[in-house]
């Protein structure tokens, strides 16, 4: 059975940066689009970036263009996150999902794989 794990998280001060790796085990994710979402305390689950399952394209919530850069290594069943000028707004839980689809999708219900999710703490 495949599993989601995302490492990478942790605690840094506003404008610094950190890359979130997600990696399928037990299987691949080399056909899927992927997504990264986030859940602050208190608040909905939120679409992040999402990536189409060659890397060809890519999709951002406007509150990360510009500063949040999504990767796959498909040789490595490794999905990235790189997160700059981070802000303590960005402060979550960050999630990585496999999609159902091959496109790109902002919509949580198109993606039926989760992690467990990796905490991102941004001090101001």
């Known amino acids: 059975q495949v599993q989601l794990v995302e490492s990478g998280g942790g605690l840094v001060q506003a404008g610094g940066s950190l890359r979130l790796s997600c990696t399928a085990f037990g299987g691949t994710f080399r056909s899927a689009a992927m997504g990264w979402f986030r859940q602050a305390p208190g608040k909905e689950r939120q679409f992040v970036a999402t990536?189409?399952?060659?890397?060809?394209?890519?999709y951002y919530a406007d509150s990360v263009k510009g500063r949040f850069i999504i990767s796959r290594d498909n040789a490595k069943n490794t999905a990235y996150l790189q997160m700059n000028s981070l802000k303590p707004e960005d402060t979550a839980v960050y999630f990585c999902?496999?999609?159902?689809?091959?496109?790109?999708?902002?919509?949580?219900?198109?993606?039926?794989?989760w992690g467990q999710g990796t905490q991102v703490t941004v001090s101001s």
């Open positions: 990536i189409t399952w060659n890397g060809g394209n890519t």
């Open positions: 999902a496999r999609s159902t689809l091959t496109i790109v999708t902002t919509y949580a219900f198109h993606y039926d794989l």
